[in-house]
């Protein structure tokens, strides 16, 4: 029996090469896999919520993983439906489904194997539910790679986990996996429904919520999203090498050099103030395009160098390519155009907006001018600091009244660190 780290291993490098798995359902049948899976989900909170059933990683066994691949083998396995419980959200409640341990433990090796093939090839401006990736890293490509965005296309996808299609995800996994007692499988997580107050209720699209496999499964499904980014919308919105130069700002050039010439240095630092204040490169050069992306679960982000007549077109763009191709469809009230230096995009709790200030210079040039800077937004300080006020002022929690002076320093000091490591690249 092969390592776990081998087998992964082998079908990484399968995906890396662009090659199709076969014979990927045997790989169900190797204990070490469900050993690897058991250690990296036995910590997790819901490892102790019961599902359908009272079975928890509680008395978790060899023998256990044993009759559990015995029932892949005979192809005999069937997934319980998810036992449906609500979770409060500021806007609601969202429906969060507690699948059985058992279940637990299978979607986690299937998400492992997934994961090993598809995670090299999905496109590097995804970020969401993948290794070494995070909010962090996308919101570190922005401000590193967006300098002179004129305007950002905030997008979200309505209810993006209940809305997957079954056949559109089944079909993308064949594509790649040849292998249809695999492909069943799958097939038959997605289908194995609900219960809620015990009464049992079919899921006819999306992914398990709270479903092991399913942060992967988005990922597989809106790959076909970055890929119609990268390969119709880039190639359609972005043109030329760099912008032309201004020619307001070229003429100013060419008085100041005539001024150095005659030897004339209070016209020299007129004419530089006044150049301070124009553009060193066309912002409306018709012959230059830039078009950005990036994407966290179901939010993305571009950012476009251009008309806002063309930003709207790329919006329709992406809109009848979500309906038509991947049965999805944008949220109105979240999908935005908004100028990048007057008005600020949300994304991933940050506002997002490019910087202009003509007096900050660095290296005797101005630095900031067209620069993506991270922000916290003030509502965000507002709620946050309403958590501990009542009337405006400190108010008492009562949960921690008969608690040692210590534990409410940690208490407080925690929640203070997870804020503030969050919103730690904002510059406010």
Known sequence: MQSAETVLGVIRERGRRGLPLERLYRQLFNRELFLLAYGRIYANKGAMTPGVTQETVDGMSLAKIDRIITALRAESYRWSPARRVYIPKKNGKRPLGMPPWSDKLVAEVVRMLLEAYYDVQFSDRSHGFRPKRGCHTALDEVVSVWKGTHWMIEGDISDCFGSLDHSVMLSTLTERIHDGRFLQLIDRMLKAGYLEDWRWNDTLSGAPQGGVASPILSNIYLDRFDQFVEQQLFPDYNRGRRRRTHRAYEIVENRIA????HGDREAVRALRRERRSLPSQDPNDPGYRRLRYVRYCDDFLLGFAGPKSEAVEIKERIRAFLHDELKLELSERKTLITHATSQAARFLGYEIRAQHADTKITRNRR???????????????????ARYMSGGKPALRGPLLHDEDFTIVAKYGSEYRGFVQYYLLAQD
């Not at 005539?258 to 010439?261: N, P, T, Y």
């Not at 630095?367 to 600091?385: E, H, K, S, T, Y």
């Open 367 to 385: 630095a900031v001018n067209g620069a993506i800077g991270l922000f916290v937004p003030r509502d965000v300080i507002r709620n946050r600091c």
């Open 258 to 261: 005539r001024a150095r010439r």
